[in-house]
C-alpha cells in the first residue's frame, strides 16, 4: 500500500482546500519543491501534484512550482500530476519535464477523445481521476456536479487503457472525516487497473481501514490535510502499511 503525500499547488504555494473551495485555502508551504524533498526523505515511494489554479483555468498555471518540484526529486521516485491537462501537448510537455504519470479529470468526461488519445499515445503514463459524490461524477473543480455514474464511466476508462484511476470522494476531502471505504471498495471492485483512494483520510485507522481491503484492488492513498496539520504521522503510516502487507520488494 503506497501513501501518495499531495502537494497542492495555489499560486506557487503548497496549500490544502477544503472540499475543493479555492477561497478556503489553508497555505502550508511557501517552497513546495522543498516540501516535496521533506516527503521523500520520510520515505514516501510517490509523489502527486495538483495545479489547482490550471483546474480550474483549464490550462496549467503553476508549471515553475512543478519543475522546482520535479528538479528537487530528481529520479528518486514518480510524481503524478493533474489539473488543467485538456491536450496531448500538455501531457507531452509535462513528461518530457520528468513528470511519471498525468491524471485527466474534467476533460475525460468532457473530451473522452482526449483520454483515448492519450492512452494510445503515451501508454502507461495516462491515470484517470474520477471525483464523485454519491455515486456521480463531479467535474471543473468539483465545481458541478455529472449525471454520470462514477463506476460506469470507470469500466469505459480502463478499456481505453488507463494505468490506474484515482478516486476521490469530493464529500470528505480535506475535512478529515474518514475515508470511504465502501465506496472505493465497490469502484476497486468492478475494474481490473488499481485504485488510487483520495480524500478524508485522518489517522492511523484510516489506513489500516484500508490495507484490510488492499487486496479488492486498491494500491494505494493519496493523503493531504491530515500530514500537513499533524494528524497523520507519515513514516510512521507508511511504516505501518508495509507491516501489515508487506514491505515493497
Given at each position: 500500500?503506497?501513501?501518495?503525500?499531495?502537494?497542492?499547488?495555489?499560486?506557487?504555494?503548497?496549500?490544502?482546500?477544503?472540499?475543493?473551495?479555492?477561497?478556503?485555502?489553508?497555505?502550508?508551504?511557501?517552497?513546495?519543491?522543498?516540501?516535496?524533498?521533506?516527503?521523500?526523505?520520510?520515505?514516501?515511494?510517490?509523489?502527486?501534484?495538483?495545479?489547482?489554479?490550471?483546474?480550474?483555468?483549464?490550462?496549467?498555471?503553476?508549471?515553475?512550482?512543478?519543475?522546482?518540484?520535479?528538479?528537487?526529486?530528481?529520479?528518486?521516485?514518480?510524481?503524478?500530476?493533474?489539473?488543467?491537462?485538456?491536450?496531448?501537448?500538455?501531457?507531452?510537455?509535462?513528461?518530457?519535464?520528468?513528470?511519471?504519470?498525468?491524471?485527466?479529470?474534467?476533460?475525460?468526461?468532457?473530451?473522452?477523445?482526449?483520454?483515448?488519445?492519450?492512452?494510445?499515445?503515451?501508454?502507461?503514463?495516462?491515470?484517470?481521476?474520477?471525483?464523485?459524490?454519491?455515486?456521480?461524477?463531479?467535474?471543473?473543480?468539483?465545481?458541478?456536479?455529472?449525471?454520470?455514474?462514477?463506476?460506469?464511466?470507470?469500466?469505459k476508462y480502463e478499456d481505453y487503457g488507463?494505468?490506474?484511476?484515482?478516486?476521490?470522494?469530493?464529500?470528505?476531502?480535506?475535512?478529515?472525516?474518514?475515508?470511504?471505504?465502501?465506496?472505493?471498495?465497490?469502484?476497486?471492485?468492478?475494474?481490473?487497473?488499481?485504485?488510487?483512494?483520495?480524500?478524508?483520510?485522518?489517522?492511523?485507522?484510516?489506513?489500516?481501514?484500508?490495507?484490510?481491503?488492499?487486496?479488492?484492488?486498491?494500491?494505494?492513498?493519496?493523503?493531504?490535510?491530515?500530514?500537513?496539520?499533524?494528524?497523520?504521522?507519515?513514516?510512521?503510516a507508511q511504516a505501518r502499511a508495509d507491516?501489515?502487507?508487506?514491505?515493497?520488494?
Amino acid at each position: 500500500m503506497l501513501l501518495i503525500p499531495a502537494i497542492d499547488l495555489k499560486d506557487g504555494h503548497c496549500v490544502r482546500l477544503r472540499q475543493g473551495e479555492m477561497d478556503d485555502a489553508t497555505v502550508f508551504s511557501e517552497d513546495p519543491a522543498a516540501m516535496a524533498r521533506r516527503w521523500v526523505d520520510m520515505g514516501a515511494r510517490r509523489l502527486h501534484l495538483v495545479d489547482l489554479n490550471g483546474a480550474f483555468a483549464g490550462k496549467p498555471k503553476n508549471q515553475a512550482a512543478i519543475r522546482a518540484i520535479v528538479d528537487a526529486v530528481g529520479d528518486d521516485i514518480p510524481v503524478q500530476l493533474g489539473g488543467g491537462i485538456r491536450d496531448l501537448d500538455t501531457i507531452e510537455a509535462y513528461l518530457d519535464h520528468g513528470i511519471t504519470y498525468v491524471i485527466i479529470g474534467t476533460a475525460a468526461v468532457k473530451n473522452p477523445g482526449l483520454l483515448h488519445d492519450a492512452c494510445s499515445a503515451f501508454p502507461g503514463h495516462v491515470i484517470v481521476g474520477l471525483d464523485a459524490k454519491d455515486g456521480k461524477v463531479a467535474t471543473d473543480g468539483w465545481s458541478k456536479m455529472t449525471g454520470h455514474d462514477v463506476i460506469d464511466l470507470a469500466r469505459k476508462y480502463e478499456d481505453y487503457g488507463v494505468e490506474a484511476v484515482v478516486y476521490t470522494d469530493i464529500g470528505r476531502d480535506g475535512m478529515l472525516s474518514g475515508v470511504n471505504i465502501e465506496a472505493t471498495v465497490r469502484l476497486a471492485q468492478a475494474l481490473r487497473v488499481p485504485v488510487i483512494a483520495s480524500g478524508g483520510i485522518a489517522a492511523i485507522a484510516d489506513i489500516e481501514a484500508l490495507c484490510a481491503v488492499e487486496d479488492e484492488g486498491i494500491m494505494g492513498a493519496i493523503t493531504g490535510r491530515a500530514i500537513y496539520e499533524g494528524t497523520l504521522d507519515f513514516a510512521a503510516a507508511q511504516a505501518r502499511a508495509d507491516e501489515l502487507n508487506g514491505a515493497p520488494v
